[in-house]
Nanobody, 119 residues
Framework: QVQLVESGGGLEQPGGSLRLSCAAS????????MGWFRQAPGKEREFVAS????????GYTDSVKGRFTISRDNAKNTVYLQMNSLKPEDTAVYYC????????????WGQGTQVTVSS
């Protein structure tokens, strides 16, 4: 069982930066693939970024490539999402997820943290 708690959301102006954190419980954090997702009002939840167990492999949706960076610290059981050059369309609730294997469903979710980009 893994419990995930996101933090770091807030209100930021266009062009600004935020760093989201997702703290995980349990001793097996390093065995999970971690991901970030987001859900804007009236839209379905969408994939944002993912990172492999070791952190050596990452993936991003096209709309955030070059602006967002996912990273993890297995010693701290934490995954991060550094968001730069924020745009109003980045406004959403951001969730982190965890799963054991590539190609399977995401097993665990956090409660989400709100990110609002507005002037």
């Amino acid at each position: 069982q893994v419990q995930l708690v996101e933090s770091g959301g807030g209100l930021e102006q266009p062009g600004g930066s935020l760093r989201l954190s997702c703290a995980a419980s349990g001793r097996t954090f390093s065995t999970y693939i971690m991901g970030w997702f987001r859900q804007a009002p009236g839209k379905e939840r969408e994939f944002v970024a993912s990172i492999s167990w070791s952190g050596g492999n990452t993936g991003y949706t096209d709309s955030v490539k070059g602006r967002f960076t996912i990273s993890r610290d297995n010693a701290k059981n934490t995954v991060y999402l550094q968001m730069n050059s924020l745009k109003p369309e980045d406004t959403a609730v951001y969730y982190c997820g965890a799963k054991r294997m590539v190609g399977t469903r995401w097993d665990y979710w956090g409660q989400g943290t709100q990110v609002t980009v507005s002037s």
